[in-house]
């Protein structure tokens, strides 16, 4: 199983990103997945989460109304659409996927840098 993560970079505090995720060695529709991140010095923590269908999303308040999570079945992808970033928003971003009715994310990518400047 491998998942590609790619879409960080540098961005000015207000801006957008949107990150990708290109899961391959596994059935993708049958897969709940994440993005979480983690910034220096900090806990890893969840950003948003998506089921196998699309039909349920969480995010925690911390990115609610800025971030949204979507995902691409026949393209094995999953993105993060980041509005209205803020230089708390700066950590490396990683995506994951855990079987669905799975309690625990069992694959994770390698991760992207995400740069939010004030």
């Known amino acids: 199983v491998q998942l590609q993560a790619s879409g960080g970079g540098l961005v000015q505090a207000g801006g957008s990103l949107r990150l990708s995720c290109v899961a391959s060695?596994?059935?993708?529709?049958?897969?709940?997945m994440g993005w979480f991140r983690q910034a220096p010095g900090k806990e890893r923590e969840v950003v948003a989460t998506?089921?196998?269908?699309?039909?349920?999303?969480y995010y925690p308040d911390s990115v609610k109304g800025r971030f949204t999570i979507s995902r691409d079945n026949a393209q094995n992808t999953v993105f993060l659409q980041m509005n209205s970033l803020k230089p708390e928003d700066t950590a490396v971003y990683y995506c994951?996927?855990?079987?669905?009715?799975?309690?625990?994310?069992?694959?994770w990518g390698q991760g992207t840098l995400v740069t939010v400047s004030s």
């Open positions: 994951a996927a855990k079987k669905q009715h799975y309690d625990t994310y069992g694959y």
């Open positions: 060695g596994l059935t993708f529709g049958t897969y709940g």
């Open positions: 998506i089921n196998w269908s699309g039909s349920s999303r």
